[in-house]
Every structure is written in structure tokens, then in C-alpha cells.
């Protein structure tokens, strides 16, 4: 019964009244009655020590995010922190509470999800560093167990000469810079981008000084140790271009989310994907958001059909788009698009 199949269902009922007419003698009125009581079980069932045990943890469980909701959404995000469809939806819920989840913070992150609001103050959530892409987690923990030992770093060049370690390099400080944990030293996005070779030989001109422990090394040439990093000028980071950069490495948007200027627009004419689970699997919804990602197939008949991933700020939602429907819509199926 636990496997809910119909069919197997259907062959375990001929079984059992042919067992319980024939062998047990009972009267089908009675074999009627048992099958009955049986049969919605099958549905989906527990024993009642295995239910009274759920419904306990379900009672604790909802006690805590009613009394506790920041702490609560916190453990909830550090348990499921390696799936970013859970993820994304937890989010979205921390968003309905009013609680703000906050992308990676080199002075505030720890290497999970961590409650970083005091008492008394709105909900906050920071974005663990572990959970940015590139950046692994021995240089989490690095960074981490440097700024609580020593307190927290200053500016950028604070950053690169107090964490000594090889695996601070070109591609973890971009990947920092791009996913928002080095915003707290007021230097935009896309200015630490334009700047990461002028950033990278600050890095290795202080390596070299420690080595050979001679500060004077590069005194009288061409090449003395700047004490500060020397930024290029550019353009700021949009916010679709930072939103970009916070799926690409932390799985999910976190600043704000490009489904946002269309929320109050489609609320009353669809379903949000989280709620889409509570409806019958035959049941028509509407459903609205960006478009995740998108796989081409050929069918055997040579005609084009689609599995698309959509998300709103609820969740994400696999699509298949028939061979006649994408012919109808095919312009519309282009990722970061609306549909």
C-alpha cells in the first residue's frame, strides 16, 4: 500500500476477497466493509505511532517559525543550503515573512546561512561564503577564522594582506566581487571587475614582500609596493547585471529578483509556483516567471519541443512545451524572459 499504485491495488483486492470468501468463510458484506477501510489508506497512510510521532515534530516545528521565525528560516536554509531549488524557495518565503535573506559579506558571513539581525531589529539572513561558486571551503574558513580573530577587515587591501593563503586568487576574489562580498568595502561591482589585474598584482606584490621578509625589495625600481590597489574607472553594476552574476555563483537571485516589477501585475491572474503543488495533477494553473534555463529537443517526427525551467519568487517549475505550442510561442521561450 505504501507504494500508492492503483493497479497493484486493483489485482491485491481480487487476492483478498478471493481469500477471505474461500478461506476465511467471512460473508462479502463483511469483506466489503474491511476493503473499505482499507482501500483510502492506500492513498497514503501511517500507523498511528508513526503518525503521532509526525505530528509532533510538526506541532515543534511550527511552533518554532511562528515564535522564531528568523532563527527558524535560518536552520532551514543551512539544512537544505546544497539544493538551490529548496533554496530559492525558502527565500521566497523568508521574503513573505519579512525577513531579508542578504547575498555573502566577507565582514559578516560566516561559512553557512547565519542570523545577523539583533534583537529587536527586521530579520536578516546572510548568504554563507561556502555557498558561492569558486571559492572553496578552506578559503571560507580562512577568511572567516581571520576576521574573528583579528576583527573585521578595513578595506580591500585589509582583505588580500591579512589572508595569506594561495587559494585567495584571481578567480575567488572575482567570484567574491561578482557575488556581493566585498560590497561592504563601497567599491562597486563592476569597478572590482575592471580592476581584478591591478587587484591580482597588489596581491602577488605582497606575497613576494612577505617571502623574502625585505620590505625594502622594491624600493628605487619601477615595480614598489602600492599601499593601496589601484581601481580602473567604470560603469556601475546594474542591477540585472549583479543578478546575473548572484545566479551564476550562488545559485538563486538574492539582491532582488528579475520576477519583482511583475509581481503586483500577475498576483491576481495566476498561482505562485509554490502553491502549484497543492492542486490536483490534471488541474489548470496559471503560472508566471523567468525563465531559468531552456533544453532543445528534436522528436522523432523532426519537430521542436521544450523542457524549460521557470522561477518566480516562490520557486522553481520544470515546463515540457509541446512541438505545436512552441511553434505558436516560439519567440517567447529565451532565457531571462518573462512568460
Known amino acids: 500500500?505504501?507504494?500508492?499504485?492503483?493497479?497493484?491495488?486493483?489485482?491485491?483486492?481480487?487476492?483478498?476477497?478471493?481469500?477471505?470468501?474461500?478461506?476465511?468463510?467471512?460473508?462479502?458484506?463483511?469483506v466489503d466493509e474491511i476493503w473499505r477501510a482499507i482501500?483510502?489508506?492506500?492513498?497514503?497512510?501511517?500507523?498511528?505511532?508513526?503518525?503521532?510521532s509526525?505530528?509532533?515534530?510538526?506541532?515543534?516545528?511550527s511552533y518554532m517559525k511562528a515564535h522564531y521565525p528568523v532563527q527558524y528560516m535560518t536552520a532551514v536554509l543551512q539544512a537544505e543550503s546544497g539544493d538551490a531549488d529548496k533554496v530559492s524557495a525558502i527565500v521566497g518565503e523568508c521574503r513573505r515573512l519579512g525577513i531579508d535573506v542578504l547575498p555573502p559579506d566577507v565582514n559578516e558571513s560566516f561559512k553557512s546561512f547565519a542570523m545577523v539581525s539583533k534583537p529587536g531589529e527586521k530579520g536578516r539572513i546572510r548568504f554563507g561564503l561556502s555557498g558561492i561558486k569558486n571559492v572553496g571551503e578552506h578559503i571560507c574558513e580562512v577568511i572567516y577564522r581571520e576576521r574573528k580573530e583579528h576583527s573585521t577587515y578595513k578595506n580591500l587591501e585589509d582583505l588580500i594582506d591579512r589572508v595569506e593563503d594561495k587559494d585567495?586568487?584571481?578567480?575567488?576574489?572575482?567570484?567574491?566581487?561578482?557575488?556581493?562580498?566585498?560590497?561592504?568595502?563601497?567599491?562597486?561591482?563592476?569597478v572590482l571587475m575592471a580592476s581584478s589585474e591591478?587587484?591580482?598584482?597588489?596581491?602577488?606584490?605582497?606575497?613576494?614582500?612577505?617571502?623574502?621578509?625585505?620590505?625594502?625589495?622594491?624600493?628605487?625600481?619601477?615595480?614598489?609596493?602600492d599601499s593601496k590597489v589601484t581601481l580602473q574607472t567604470a560603469e556601475s553594476a546594474t542591477m540585472e547585471q549583479k543578478l546575473a552574476w548572484e545566479k551564476n555563483?550562488?545559485?538563486?537571485?538574492?539582491?532582488?529578483h528579475p520576477f519583482v516589477y511583475y509581481e503586483k501585475f500577475l498576483q491576481n491572474k495566476t498561482v505562485s509556483i509554490a502553491e502549484v503543488e497543492n492542486f490536483d495533477r490534471d488541474a489548470w494553473v496559471v503560472v508566471g516567471g523567468v525563465i531559468d534555463s531552456l533544453k532543445k529537443m528534436i522528436t522523432k517526427k523532426g519537430k521542436v519541443m521544450m523542457f524549460a525551467t521557470v522561477q518566480d519568487m516562490t520557486g522553481r517549475i520544470e515546463l515540457l512545451?509541446?512541438?505545436?505550442t512552441y511553434e505558436e510561442t516560439k519567440n517567447s521561450w529565451v532565457e531571462g524572459n518573462v512568460v
Open 249 to 256: 555563483l550562488l545559485g538563486i537571485y538574492v539582491s532582488s
Open 321 to 324: 512545451i509541446f512541438p505545436k
Open 39 to 52: 482501500e483510502p489508506f492506500a492513498a497514503y497512510g501511517f500507523n498511528k505511532a508513526h503518525a503521532a
Open 168 to 190: 585567495l586568487n584571481k578567480k575567488s576574489l572575482e567570484s567574491l566581487a561578482q557575488a556581493g562580498a566585498l560590497d561592504c568595502f563601497g567599491i562597486d561591482r563592476s
Open 198 to 225: 591591478n587587484i591580482l598584482l597588489y596581491l602577488r606584490q605582497g606575497r613576494d614582500k612577505k617571502n623574502t621578509n625585505q620590505d625594502s625589495l622594491f624600493a628605487g625600481t619601477s615595480i614598489d609596493v
Open 1 to 30: 500500500m505504501g507504494k500508492k499504485i492503483p493497479e497493484e491495488m486493483a489485482k491485491q483486492k481480487i487476492k483478498f476477497y478471493d481469500g477471505c470468501l474461500n478461506i476465511g468463510k467471512l460473508k462479502k458484506e463483511t
Open 54 to 61: 509526525y505530528g509532533i515534530v510538526a506541532y515543534q516545528t
